[in-house]
């Protein structure tokens, strides 16, 4: 008989395997590799070098999760890994995978984390920004961002709107992608000056740099304008600060709006116990060991913001992924 409550404490514990057979995968680019035709696993390990026992355990285990099928010793890519995991896709997810498995390090800092309340994610000011690192986490996002925008774009319905802030827009994928469907839109990315440079080269390689500018700075510190824009997107910010910072971002969106603007945050919204979703609870441990007082937030929470730095006709949207919105209006 199967004993179900064993199999899936074992299936949480090992659970680092599935993730490190995909991160070693997605390194290799072993997806794209193998491409549309399928190869056998002599034809894998011999082109990227690795040792032929070893790529077939490996590609057998990809298998098991779905990720390959295999046929007369052929591997070929399944539905899955051909829309998200081949660099030949739009969706691509190898630079979110990256991000995933750039944060193993800190990760298994979680227990000193748990007894000391303190982030155990590595930060050298004296060395400054790496910029590597810093590359993979805007690509990372950007790979959310394109398989999101137009969905987001769509529920919104904004297409009457003309001034967008794109607040901690990253690379500023968000704005190229509405700005691309509503030829009236004029985006201003904001982010801190490392970021802005890799939104300058993103901005420049779509070709949108009629549409979308941007400006550096922080947005806890300086200004964002006055009565200016008619939407300002706070996509996945507030969760890297506490619940004052938070407040003090919301109120400056509130003064950069004209009447009738709205904020539309994007976060991973937990449930008001705070005990669900998985991944956003897990993403508060995240938090918790990479910022010095962030978190995932229920809507009621954010909700409670919103309403006190002005907001009014508050409301909630729902995502086909992990992270919903919550929209307030000037009046
Ligand atoms: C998780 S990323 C989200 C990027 C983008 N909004 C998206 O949803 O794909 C968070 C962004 O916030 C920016 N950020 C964090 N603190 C900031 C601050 N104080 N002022 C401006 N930008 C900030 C980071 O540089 C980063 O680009």
Same mark, same amino acid.
């Given at each position: 008989?199967?004993?179900?409550?064993?199999?899936?404490i074992?299936?949480?514990?090992?659970? @680092?395997? +599935?993730? =490190?057979a995909?991160?070693?995968?997605?390194? &290799?680019? #072993?997806?794209?590799?193998? !491409?549309?035709?399928?190869?056998?696993?002599?034809?894998?390990?011999?082109?990227?070098?690795?040792?032929?026992?070893?790529?077939?355990?490996?590609?057998?285990?990809?298998?098991?999760?779905?990720?390959?099928?295999?046929?007369?010793?052929?591997?070929?890519?399944?539905a899955?890994?051909?829309?998200?995991?081949?660099?030949?896709?739009?969706?691509?997810?190898?630079?979110?995978?990256?991000?995933?498995?750039?944060?193993?390090?800190y990760?298994?800092?979680?227990?000193?984390?748990?007894?000391?309340?303190?982030?155990?994610?590595?930060?050298?000011?004296?060395?400054?920004?790496?910029?590597?690192?810093?590359?993979?986490?805007?690509?990372?996002?950007?790979?959310?961002?394109?398989?999101?925008?137009?969905?987001? @774009?769509? +529920?919104? =319905?904004?297409?009457?709107?003309?001034?967008? &802030?794109d #607040?901690?827009?990253?690379? !500023?994928?968000?704005?190229?992608?509405?700005?691309?469907?509503?030829?009236?839109?004029?985006?201003?990315v904001?982010?801190?000056?490392?970021v802005?440079k890799?939104?300058?080269?993103h901005?420049?390689?779509?070709?949108?740099?009629?549409?979308?500018?941007?400006k550096?700075?922080?947005?806890?510190?300086?200004?964002?304008?006055k009565?200016?824009?008619?939407?300002?997107?706070?996509?996945?910010l507030?969760?890297?600060?506490d619940?004052?910072?938070?407040?003090?971002?919301?109120?400056?969106?509130?003064?950069?709006?004209?009447?009738?603007?709205?904020?539309?945050?994007?976060e991973?919204?937990l449930?008001?116990?705070?005990?669900?979703?998985?991944?956003?609870?897990?993403?508060?441990?995240?938090?918790?060991?990479?910022?010095?007082?962030?978190?995932?937030?229920?809507?009621?929470?954010?909700?409670?913001?919103?309403?006190?730095?002005?907001?009014?006709?508050?409301?909630?949207?729902?995502?086909?992924?992990?992270?919903?919105?919550?929209?307030?209006?000037?009046?």
């Amino acid at each position: 008989m199967k004993n179900s409550d064993v199999q899936y404490i074992n299936e949480i514990s090992y659970g @680092y395997w +599935k993730a =490190q057979a995909l991160f070693v995968a997605s390194e &290799l680019d #072993l997806f794209t590799l193998i !491409g549309k035709q399928g190869k056998s696993g002599k034809a894998i390990a011999k082109n990227l070098g690795t040792d032929l026992r070893a790529t077939e355990m490996l590609l057998n285990a990809l298998v098991s999760l779905k990720l390959l099928s295999k046929s007369r010793d052929i591997f070929w890519n399944t539905a899955v890994s051909k829309r998200c995991l081949s660099k030949n896709s739009p969706a691509y997810q190898g630079d979110r995978i990256k991000h995933f498995h750039n944060m193993w390090d800190y990760w298994s800092g979680l227990g000193r984390a748990v007894k000391t309340g303190k982030p155990t994610a590595f930060y050298n000011a004296k060395k400054g920004v790496d910029r590597q690192r810093l590359r993979e986490f805007i690509s990372a996002m950007h790979n959310t961002a394109t398989v999101q925008a137009d969905e987001i @774009y769509t +529920k919104l =319905q904004i297409k009457e709107r003309s001034r967008l &802030l794109d #607040l901690a827009g990253g690379q !500023g994928s968000y704005s190229v992608i509405f700005a691309k469907r509503n030829q009236n839109l004029k985006a201003v990315v904001f982010d801190l000056p490392d970021v802005i440079k890799l939104t300058k080269e993103h901005i420049k390689e779509s070709g949108m740099t009629g549409q979308v500018t941007t400006k550096a700075g922080n947005c806890l510190e300086d200004s964002l304008g006055k009565g200016w824009y008619d939407i300002v997107l706070v996509s996945h910010l507030l969760h890297a600060y506490d619940a004052t910072e938070s407040q003090k971002i919301l109120k400056k969106c509130w003064d950069s709006l004209i009447k009738d603007g709205i904020v539309v945050i994007q976060e991973f919204i937990l449930n008001p116990s705070k005990t669900m979703p998985p991944f956003g609870t897990l993403f508060s441990l995240n938090m918790l060991m990479g910022t010095q007082g962030g978190s995932s937030y229920s809507a009621v929470e954010m909700n409670g913001w919103l309403k006190k730095a002005g907001f009014k006709n508050i409301k909630r949207i729902e995502l086909g992924m992990d992270s919903g919105l919550i929209i307030g209006k000037k009046i």
